[in-house]
Nanobody
Framework: QVQLVESGGGLVQPGGSLRLSCVASGIVSNIYATGWYRQFPGKQRELVASITRDGSTRYADSAKGRFIISGDNAKNTVYLLMHRLQFEDTATYYC?????????WGQGTQVTISS
């Protein structure tokens, strides 16, 4: 089992930045990849960015050039640094890990872009 705790969400003005954190605990040694997803009301979760344990990254088109995903294996933490935030980035952001024991989700953190 893997437990995930997200933090860093909040209210920010358009053009601003936020850094989300996802801390994993439990059986973390067999995590293959960590992803940040977001969910708009009434919609399915969509991938924003992901990173493998060896550091390979992948981004949704909407995140390319604005968001940066990074990981600190020593701290079992993955970050999502978001720049130039726009109204349409308002969503609940979730952390997900794929591991040898399955797929696990955090509880989500709300990101709201508002002037």
């Amino acid at each position: 089992q893997v437990q995930l705790v997200e933090s860093g969400g909040g209210l920010v003005q358009p053009g601003g930045s936020l850094r989300l954190s996802c801390v994993a605990s439990g059986i973390v040694s067999n995590i293959y990849a960590t992803g940040w997803y977001r969910q708009f009301p009434g919609k399915q979760r969509e991938l924003v960015a992901s990173i493998t344990r060896d550091g390979s990254t992948r981004y949704a088109d909407s995140a390319k050039g604005r968001f940066i995903i990074s990981g600190d294996n020593a701290k079992n933490t993955v970050y999502l640094l978001m720049h130039r935030l726009q109204f349409e980035d308002t969503a609940t952001y979730y952390c997900n890990v794929d591991s040898a024991y399955g797929s696990f989700w955090g509880q989500g953190t709300q990101v709201t872009i508002s002037s």
